[in-house]
């Protein structure tokens, strides 16, 4: 897997579990947790450039961009016809593509096409923080064992134990998720 596809450094993790950062296991499970945290906010993370999205109109001044920050606005059609930056909208790296001059999007379905590029050129500290501690619980936990019961000590542990999230990763998830129209 490429290093950019990891949301953190494998050498982080390794002074986290004491494990060297090229150990597969140690890589498998940094792998996991980028694609656990990806999957929980519904997109990449890091940059993408030229993405594609149709959006519906809503009535108001403002679209929301779904995937954020935004860092170039290539194009917006509006009902198939090529709009002019700064003359028909504007947009911020926050996600918001507004009309200019007081304008408003139509109330339709699918009625605006962005090409835009989002993400970010270096993964944030609270999405790396979260994913090296999903990815060292992932790692420290063993496998298998449910429950073992010898004289009158017992153990329980599992790989169900690494699949719980903390605050930390919640409020992660919360930020960078994928957003709606009624984010606005």
Partial sequence: MPADDYLADP?????????????????????????????????????????TVVLDGTGRSSLLLPVWPTT????????????????????????????????????????ATVVYSHGWAVVPEDIAEAVLDKAAAMYKIPIGVASKAVGGQS??????????????WDKAVQRHKVRTSGDL
């Fill in 11 to 51: 050498a982080e993790l390794a002074v986290l579990v004491g494990a060297p950062a090229d150990d597969p296991r140690l890589l498998l499970q940094l792998r996991n947790a980028s694609r656990r945290f990806r999957g929980a906010v519904g997109h990449r993370v890091t940059l993408v450039e030229d993405d």
């Fill in 72 to 111: 170039a606005v290539t194009s917006v059609t509006l009902d198939g016809v090529l709009l002019a930056e700064g003359a028909d909208y504007e947009w911020s790296p926050s996600g918001v593509l507004r009309r200019a001059g007081g304008g408003r999007w139509p109330d339709r379905l699918r009625c």
């Fill in 155 to 168: 153990v329980t542990y599992g790989a169900q134990q690494a699949i719980g999230v903390t605050d930390q």
